[in-house]
């Protein structure tokens, strides 16, 4: 039985692109699911697409959101289940609202988008019993590799958690994460998900009009809209990380508006201002998003002075699983979702899409990993090793310091190096493993000098 219905028209031109369009509204008493059908045209634009997308909004906070493509987005929220993105539960009286995310609107023809809401009282169904959060247990130190970026038909992804928790185990992941677009609301079915062989991390993509990034480890949904005089990105930064999580800058070079609305990394106070990392490897190397860019852009803020941390992530939707993809080694004291993501912080791991690769430094009796600095006094050599194995004939290593390539060696299957650098003449260094067509195999983290006296 139909308890409210309510219809919203907008003629949406340039000027209502990158905005947060709320529709409010009250509902009575007894509604046991709520309907939204949002629809709109063109879709297409000159050859681009036109994307809105719906987020839902209850009398206590958010509900859910789908971020995905599609001129006809439908949305069911019940008790007895919810159309994936946003939380099945009751369907309470009070102030709700629901939001129209303008992602690409093109210049050219308006876009007609209609809204149309509904709350019926029907015959429920069973809910399901809440997810209990699974348990892996704690390993020692060691080297642990994983996964911190994907996608389930919570947003845009083809496959659903269980594909993406076999895709992990198949490549002999010990983590992975799922971090949906503006969604948190497969987390439940995630951390439910972990196991001895396999743990399972908590994330969001937050998905802004100017650039992603990831919220890794975090639980809950992260407000990502910002506002002129209003949220910041950097507060929002600032919650990640209070919230225990890692704001990890993703893709900061792919291509953006209109091809992808908002891919790049367009938030000036981000630059890389209060991010815990970045993600210089996206899917596979040679993807469309533009890594050897990502890769250059970490080397000016290293040369800046920053210690920022890089990472990989595979970003997958469930499409292309044959690419060589990029995985994150981490030296962790432990394998649990907080000892993992204190060591990507710490900068405690190399990225790989098959070799090993060890970095170590020292200068008399001190010594430093990736992602340490290394105190050796003004003058005094330090000593630079690295080691590798799984590499190909034709795989060259190479040092690089403050940015520059310094040498490169053959790499071919297991080897080592090791160079000498003069402490005060160098900020950082970093080794990188290249096949003979220049294709980033493995990189580690830097090595910082602080040059003490
Ligand atoms: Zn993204
Ligand atoms: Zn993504």
New binding site residues.
């Given amino acids: 039985m139909q308890l409210f219905k309510a219809a919203f028209e907008r003629s949406l031109t340039e000027r209502d692109w990158k905005q947060n369009i709320l529709f409010s509204f009250q509902l009575p008493r007894g509604a046991t699911h709520l309907r939204v059908l949002l629809e709109y045209a063109p879709h297409e634009v000159s050859g681009y697409l036109n994307m809105l997308t719906l987020a839902v909004f209850d009398p206590s906070g958010w509900r859910g959101a789908g971020h995905r493509h599609g001129d006809r987005h439908e949305v069911v929220i019940g008790a007895d289940g919810a159309t994936p993105g946003y939380l099945p539960g009751p369907v309470p009286p009070g102030e709700w609202a629901v939001e129209v995310d303008t992602h690409m609107v093109m210049p050219g023809p308006s876009c007609q988008m209609k809204l149309t809401i509904r709350a019926d009282s029907d015959p429920e169904g069973q809910p399901a019993p809440a997810p209990v959060p699974g348990r892996t247990a704690p390993r020692g130190p060691g080297w642990y590799r994983g996964d911190l ?3 389930s038909p919570h ?1 845009d992804a083809r496959w659903d958690i269980p594909a993406l928790l076999a895709f992990a185990r198949a490549r002999g992941l010990d983590f992975t994460t799922l ?1 949906d ?1 503006n969604s948190t609301a497969g987390l439940a079915e995630m951390l439910a998900a972990s196991a001895d062989d396999l743990l399972t991390l908590g994330g969001m ?1 937050l ?1 802004t009009f100017r650039g ?1 990034a ?1 919220a890794l480890g975090v639980h809950q949904w992260i407000d990502w809209r910002t506002r002129p005089g209003g949220r910041s990105m950097d507060q929002v930064a600032e919650e990640v990380v209070s919230r225990g999580g890692l704001f990890v800058i ?2 900061p070079s792919a291509p953006g508006d209109p091809y992808c609305t908002g891919c790049d990394w367009r938030h000036p106070g981000l630059m890389p201002g209060g991010a815990s990392a970045v993600e210089v490897w ?1 899917m596979d190397w040679r993807s469309e998003v533009n890594n050897e860019d990502a890769l250059a852009l970490a080397y000016r803020w290293l040369n800046q002075g920053c210690r920022l941390p890089m990472t990989a ?1 595979t ?1 997958n ?1 469930g499409e292309h699983l044959d690419l060589k993809y990029g995985f994150n080694v981490v030296y962790a004291a432990e394998l649990s979702e907080a000892a993992v993501l204190r060591a990507i912080g710490a900068g405690h791991l190399y990225l790989s899409s098959g070799p090993a690769l060890g970095l170590q430094a020292r200068a008399g009796s001190l010594a430093a990993m990736m992602g340490d600095a290394l105190a050796a006094p003004a003058g005094e050599a330090i000593r630079v090793a690295a080691s590798w194995s799984g590499c190909a004939p034709d795989d060259r290593a190479a040092l690089v310091v403050d940015g520059e390539e310094r040498e490169r060696v053959p790499a071919g299957g297991q080897g080592s190096a090791a160079w000498q650098i003069e402490s005060g003449a160098a900020r950082w260094c970093h080794v990188t493993l290249r096949d003979s067509q220049g294709t980033v195999l493995a990189l580690t983290n830097p090595i910082y000098f602080t040059g003490g006296s």
């Fill in positions: 970026h994907a996608h947003s971090s677009h993509e998905t992603h990831l993703a893709h996206n992530g970003d939707h």
